[in-house]
């Protein structure tokens, strides 16, 4: 079976010791994170999320949601468990303590997310768009928004969504066509469909607050026309409790590949009653505020699922008997020896690890900057974060899911027919893990936001914070004759992602189509070398304490750390011929010319 045990020890190496994450208490309404409240956080998550929504992520998947005459009802088990983890204020970790919340920061959440996201995607979506709708709501709503709607969000009692999809346009929401009227009461009535809509309708609580795109009757054309209004399932009294039903319902559940847990919902807003959300046609800003967060959000959800898929392989690689060592049995006096002593599984094996530590670095290294973007002291110290993070999120979205389904997809090679039958539950990651390379802006359109838009901010500022302590870093390090390896293979990556830079900048100006071209490719090939970047990071903290350690922690990182360099980032050689070789190829085939008989 699939199995998972929260990676506590791994957890605080990257942020404790690959990272500065103690520092973070230090910021202004962190006071109370000091490392004994953090660790026990993140025991009692990991403790909720192995024992209470791990062992209902199989039949979640099995039963998955119905819909009948208008109501969705969660799988066997839901309920109870979102009853639990309300009660335990898990909904409220994050939010502010003005509306209840307990203002975790937002690194360790994202720590406590991936835990939920191992155990159990398909339930962390009810929580994940909550929190999503808090972020908008809290960023743009007014003061008598926020009083109404924060504290329930906080406390898990209503659940938030975000309606952004409709029928005929997913990636150009220029293109919606859901309307909003104004009234002279100051509310709006809403009137459209939009399609895909995850926690649209269930039975987990007592309200579902819908954030939802629409254009007003003076929109300006395109994305530059789009409102957000927020549009609750029941109009709520002032008391905080619920009153009449609002014109929003649910039309039917989509059957899709994963997350059958999860209902992916029709809405129908037939004048359902919604109030602006910040200023009107301005809705694109108030979703990109909360987007970033969201992606990166959704990178996490690739992690959890690829920590789950390593841990199964291992498992499976360990128990099961199949074959001989090359040079002689290794286990004699079993009738085969196990799995993992063939190179091959071996290397599927060191492939996920080598993966996923280096997207939790990737990620962790965001989360802290995330937090200092907002708290940080001085506003120089505050813009540096933020470039980061903008700089960084793309990479964590889109290398995040990848890497969650291409870890979960080792995980089943490793369990050979027996990951690729529904019994043992591997499988179902990879189903699962799909669409995170699809929703929250498609992995495609995450490597255009880094060329076209991330790249040349501010005159290419954003690049330098990284590029700046890359450079540092490798010059620092490249006479220690310890450090020497990772230094050098760090330095021939980052080169090639240089040159990536440069050709691409150049070609791009007289042709945006080699922008385009080369925009997949060259996030895979920057996310390589970020992750290059940390794991040569991680073998300079191994190295100090290797030898000290009787638990092999150190030991694991630093051949994990040889391995990524020597087998992993030999990939960016690949992805810059790719780049090298233009946009010509792609673009010279005329679309008729692709079925030609
Ligand atoms: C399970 C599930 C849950 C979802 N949850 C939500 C939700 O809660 N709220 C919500 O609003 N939506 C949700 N979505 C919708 C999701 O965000 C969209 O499916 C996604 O944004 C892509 O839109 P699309 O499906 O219309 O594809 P399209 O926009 O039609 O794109 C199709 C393909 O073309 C590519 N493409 C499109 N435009 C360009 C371009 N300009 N340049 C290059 N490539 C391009 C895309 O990358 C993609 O590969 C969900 C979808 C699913 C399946």
Not at 254 to 278: P, Q, R, Y
Not at 425 to 432: A, I, S, T, Y
Not at 502 to 508: F, I, L, P
Request: charged content about 20%.
């Amino acid at each position: 079976m699939a199995t998972y045990t929260p990676p506590l020890r791994e957890m605080k190496f990257v942020l404790r010791e690959l990272f500065d994450g103690d520092s973070l208490k230090d910021l202004p309404g962190y006071g109370d994170f000091t490392a004994d409240v953090v660790d026990a956080v993140l025991e009692e998550a990991g403790k909720l999320s192995a024992e209470v929504l791990f062992p209902l992520n199989r039949s979640g998947d099995e039963e998955g949601c119905t819909f009948e005459n208008g109501v969705v009802r969660t799988p066997k088990g839901f309920k109870e468990a979102y009853k639990q983890f309300i009660e335990g204020g898990w909904t409220g970790i994050a939010a502010d303590p003005d509306y209840g919340g307990q203002g975790l920061p937002k690194a360790i959440n994202m720590l406590v997310e991936e835990m939920i996201c191992s155990a159990n995607m398909a339930f962390g979506m009810y929580p994940g768009l909550t929190h999503g709708a808090y972020n908008a709501v809290k960023l743009y709503g007014t003061d008598e928004q926020k009083a109404m709607f924060l504290p329930k969000f906080t406390d898990g009692t209503w659940s938030g969504t975000m309606c952004l999809t409709e029928p005929h346009c997913g990636t150009d929401l220029g293109l919606i066509r859901t309307k909003a009227v104004p009234q002279d009461d100051g509310s709006c009535k809403i009137s459209g469909t939009k399609i895909f809509i995850s926690a649209g309708e269930h039975d987990l609580t007592d309200n579902i607050v819908h954030l939802v795109l629409a254009k007003l009757p003076d929109a300006p054309p395109g994305v530059k026309g789009i409102s957000l209004f927020l549009v609750p399932k029941f109009m709520p009294k002032p008391d905080g409790s619920v009153g009449p039903r609002n014109s929003a319902a649910c039309g039917s559940i989509e059957h899709k590949m994963g997350i059958k847990a999860s209902a992916t919902c029709v809405m129908n807003f037939d004048n359902a009653v919604g109030w602006l959300v910040g200023e009107k046609h301005k809705g694109m800003r108030a979703m990109f505020a909360m987007m970033n967060t969201a992606r990166l959000g959704v990178g996490v959800q690739g992690l959890g699922l690829a920590e789950t898929g390593f841990q199964s392989g291992l498992l499976y690689a360990r128990e099961r008997l199949q074959g001989r060592g090359l040079k002689g049995a290794v286990a004699p006096e079993k009738p085969a020896d196990p799995l993992i002593v063939h190179p091959d599984v071996r290397k599927n094996l060191l492939t996920a690890k080598a993966l996923t530590e280096g997207v939790r670095a990737l990620v962790m290294w965001t989360a802290i900057n995330l937090d200092r973007a907002e708290k940080a002291a001085t506003p120089e110290e505050r813009e540096a974060a933020d470039d980061l993070v903008q700089l960084l999120t793309p990479l964590v979205k889109s290398m995040g899911t990848d890497v969650g389904f291409e870890v979960t997809n080792l995980a089943v090679q490793i369990y050979g027919g027996h990951g690729y039958i529904r019994e043992h539950g591997v499988e179902q990651l990879v189903r699962d893990s799909r669409i995170t390379q699809i929703y929250e802006g498609t992995n495609g359109i995450q490597a255009l936001d880094l060329i076209g838009r991330k790249m040349p901010s501010h005159y290419g500022r954003y690049l330098r914070r990284f590029f700046h302590p890359v450079q540092e870093f490798i010059e620092a390090n490249a006479a220690d004759p310890d450090m020497e390896g990772f230094a050098l293979d760090l330095a021939k990556a980052f080169g090639r992602l240089q040159q990536a830079v440069g050709t691409v900048a150049q070609k791009a100006l007289s042709n945006p189509n080699e922008a385009g071209a080369a925009a997949m490719d060259f996030l895979n090939l920057f996310a390589y070398v970020a992750m290059a970047y940390l794991w040569a990071r991680t073998a300079k903290v191994a190295l100090a304490k290797q030898n000290d350690d009787p638990t092999g922690f150190y030991k694991a990182k630093l051949k994990t750390a040889r391995f990524y360099m020597a087998r992993v980032l030999p990939r960016t050689g690949a992805l810059l011929s790719q780049i090298m070789a233009g946009g010509d190829t792609i673009m010279d085939m005329e679309d008729s010319l692709f079925d030609a008989a």
